[in-house]
């Protein structure tokens, strides 16, 4: 047990991709393929429980830390950290992971082996993105995502794949080669990979914003921000209901995870530059992808454009610059990965019966599939932020903290222009669902099965932690606020530094402070 437990980080981003291994080696029968994919991904699961068991609360610091030389006599190193951020974000990768390996029993039948070590790759590679304290390797594992997701797209997605795929490939390269050049330059400065190092960089203020603008522009494709877009729509909508749910449960993360990781404090004064920049383009992007997810006739594109509005109040929260927006992003993040991957996992379940997605081929579902439409119900107010669910945590911190902010301008406008997101998101959310579940059954819906065991065991555990979060988010507050004063400390500290950026930095840290204690609290 010692020997898991010194090394638990590498157990958890490494069990999957073992697990890949044992599947591709396993025969071409699909059961035993499935079998060991499910096992591998639970273990995985199972061992990261034990971070959540052992972390330390209040200890903004990394943890469970590995260091070992790697390259450039020690330069570069597989080195390896969890923090706060990091620890809930790999606890969401490996809730999901099995959870989504479950959900594919009926919906991939060709070529289940290779759809399986994929899946299981893809983990390895997320999960490491979450947990690198080494440059080099963080971008070894941003990069290595690409090649499962690409071929998961390519092979198992619908009639415009390729496309898809290869748009996804390209627009995610383009930008990750800015943030390849920009990583290179620091290194010559740092004279070594470790993030610590790189921290510690003195950078004038014009190449702070050069260097910010490049690690920006890979993460905002990520993300997708406004208007670097275009290519999530596609890609979920050919993608298969595994990949959209890995999609937009934890891919999508790795972009905002970036921006608060390493674009805040390593270019503390660019963030600031820049940052109301980029909190206009993220109201924009949560009104855009509202009014464009309101008129979509497809269920899954609308759910893709949701997801566009809902990591725009993400980006907000993270460039109010304040730890209750902060704060709010990353419980957005997780309340996100909840309710849209349980809605594309409802999309895949009654595309399995009808084969289509678009809603005038439905009408009066809630009739025929009773169970069916209300856990639909049920996701879709946690997706539209009803209090007591998870949507509402996140939402309601993120608003308060940039209504607060001082280092915003125009702070309580953007506030209240991304409030009116909230408001159409629950008309184009309500909207869908009355066309889909209500009013008339029709002819060709009637007789449709309702939920089988084994969807309710992949939606319940989902259900569970939609509840659990938006009741009770004391434990995730606890452990998430103290490393992200240490993540934000940067940006402080420059603030104190220079007095051009308007009010003191501590009226808009120390405010939100009672935000965050607040929503500790039951409710």
Known sequence: MAFITDHILTWV???????????????????????????????????????????????????????VPWLAGGKIAYSLGLDGVSLWLVLLTTFLGPLVILSTWRAITERVREAMAFLLLLQTAMIGTFMARDMLLFYVF???????????????????????????????????????????????????????????????????????????????????????????????????TAGSVILAGILLKMGTYGLLRFAIPLFPEAALEFGPWLAWL??????????????????KKL??????????????????????????????????????????LLVGIIYERRHTRMIAEFGGLAHAMPRFAAVFLFVTLASIGLPGLCGF??????????????????????????????????IYMLWMYQRVFLGKLAERNRGLPDLSPREWAVLLPILVMIV????????????????LERI???????????????????TSADQPAAAIAAAKGDR
């Not at 009104?287 to 008129?295: E, F, Q, S």
């Not at 725009?312 to 991957?341: E, N």
Request: glycine share 10%; hydrophobic share 55%.
């Open 13 to 67: 981003a490494f069990v999957p991709a073992l697990g890949a291994v044992l599947v591709l080696a396993a025969g071409r029968t699909p059961g035993a393929a499935r079998r060991i994919a499910l096992v591998a991904a639970l273990a995985d699961f199972v061992l990261s429980l034990h971070l959540l068991r052992h972390f330390e609360t209040g200890n903004g610091a990394d943890q469970f830390v590995e260091h």
């Open 142 to 240: 941003w990069e290595a995502m690409l090649i499962p997701m690409y071929f998961l797209i390519g092979i198992w997605g619908g009639e415009r794949r390729v496309y898809a795929a290869v748009k996804f490939f390209l627009f995610t390269m383009v930008g990750s080669v800015f943030m390849l050049v920009a990583i290179l330059w620091c290194y010559q400065q740092a004279g070594s990979m470790a993030l610590a190092d790189f921290l510690q960089l003195e950078l004038t203020r014009g190449q702070q914003s050069w260097l910010f603008l490049a690690f920006a522009l890979a993460f905002a494709i990520k993300v997708p921000l406004f208007p670097f877009h275009t290519w999530l729509p596609d890609a979920h909508v050919e993608a298969p």
């Open 282 to 299: 993220a109201v924009i992007g949560i009104i855009y992808g509202a009014l464009v997810a309101m008129v979509q006739q497809d269920v």
């Open 303 to 344: 759910v893709a454009y949701s997801s566009v509005s809902h990591l725009g109040f993400v980006v907000l929260g993270l460039f109010s610059l304040t730890t209750t927006g902060a704060a709010g992003g990353v419980v957005q993040m997780l309340a996100h990965g909840l309710s849209t991957g349980a809605l594309f």
């Open 393 to 426: 945590t996140g939402e309601f911190l993120i608003l308060f903290g940039t209504f607060g902010s001082a280092l915003l301008p125009h702070a309580r406008l953007l506030t209240a222009l991304a409030a009116t997101g909230v408001v159409l998101g629950a």
């Open 468 to 483: 659990v979060l938006g009741v009770h988010p004391a434990p995730l507050l606890e452990r998430l606020e103290p490393s």
């Open 488 to 506: 934000l400390a940067p940006v402080a500290e420059v603030r104190r530094a220079d007095s051009t950026y308007g009010l003191a930095f501590g």
